[in-house]
Nanobody
Framework: QVQLVESGGGLVQPGGSLRLSCTGSGDALNFNDVGWYRQAPGKQRELVAQITTLSRSTYADSVKGRFTISRDVAKNTIYLRMNSLKPEDSAAYYC????????WGPGTQVTVAS
């Protein structure tokens, strides 16, 4: 069963940056499209960025130009670089294989506040 673990969240001031990491068991990350999702309290989980196995990426309009998703095949890791963070980016962030049913990881909390 695929198990993914997110890390790298924290408290950052508006305008700051963070880099999230997603690691997993086996090589599932290297052979599947992967998405970064986020969920704020009282809101539905939303897809913010997605990367294909060929490293083609797409982004939600709300993060386009500020977030960058990437993969490191050698490290079996997916990253989400987040720049120019805004308070509305505050949420729990999760990675998940696209079009796969597997448990969600624990997530990593991002809080943007002064």
């Amino acid at each position: 069963q695929v198990q993914l673990v997110e890390s790298g969240g924290g408290l950052v001031q508006p305008g700051g940056s963070l880099r999230l990491s997603c690691t997993g068991s086996g090589d599932a990350l290297n052979f599947n499209d992967v998405g970064w999702y986020r969920q704020a309290p009282g809101k539905q989980r939303e897809l913010v960025a997605q990367i294909t196995t060929l490293s083609r990426s797409t982004y939600a309009d709300s993060v386009k130009g500020r977030f960058t998703i990437s993969r490191d095949v050698a490290k079996n890791t997916i990253y989400l670089r987040m720049n120019s963070l805004k308070p509305e980016d505050s949420a729990a962030y999760y990675c998940h294989l696209v079009n796969h049913v597997h448990p969600w990881g624990p997530g990593t909390q991002v809080t943007v506040a002064s």
